[in-house]
């Protein structure tokens, strides 16, 4: 009979292979995580004032409900987009760049209002915004 004490032996838990599966998975997450493209944009919203845009500063292109096109005071005869690039061109004279300001109902159909920028875009004309009715408080 053998009556000499066992050697015990400890349970050991061996740490790098977690180690390297943890690295794995955090590789994994890194490589496929999709990050936010905002930053890649390169945007100046436009800011409200209290005050009212000097109507000379610009062109302004007014929308009605129906569609009907009127930029500074001038009706455009038609509604296509080559239209409202030559009346656009012709408002801006000598300005390579000027603010346009859009005026549409707002019961004005989308394509009207897409129409006109589209005009705007294909001139070069970056500088656009719309105009709105204050809320009375």
């Given at each position: 009979m053998n009556f000499r004490p066992r050697a015990k032996n400890k349970p050991e838990l061996n740490l790098i292979p977690l180690i390297d599966v943890l690295i794995v998975l955090l590789i994994f997450l890194?490589?496929?995580?999709?990050?936010?493209?905002?930053?890649?944009?390169?945007?100046?919203?436009?800011?409200?004032?209290?005050?009212?845009?000097?109507?000379?500063?610009?062109?302004?292109?007014?929308?009605?409900?129906?569609?009907?096109?009127?930029?500074?005071?001038?009706?455009?005869?038609?509604g296509d987009v080559d239209s409202i690039k030559r009346a656009l061109l012709e408002a801006a004279g000598q300005d390579k760049d000027p603010l346009v300001t859009i005026n549409a109902d707002k019961s004005t159909r989308h394509q009207a209002v897409i129409s006109a920028l589209d005009a705007a875009g294909q001139l070069g004309f970056v500088h656009v915004t719309f105009a709105i009715k204050s809320a009375d408080k």
């Open positions: 890194v490589l496929t995580t999709t990050f936010s493209h905002e930053a890649a944009l390169h945007i100046h919203l436009p800011e409200a004032s209290n005050h009212e845009q000097d109507k000379d500063n610009g062109i302004e292109l007014v929308i009605d409900a129906d569609g009907h096109y009127i930029v500074n005071g001038h009706t455009v005869l038609s």
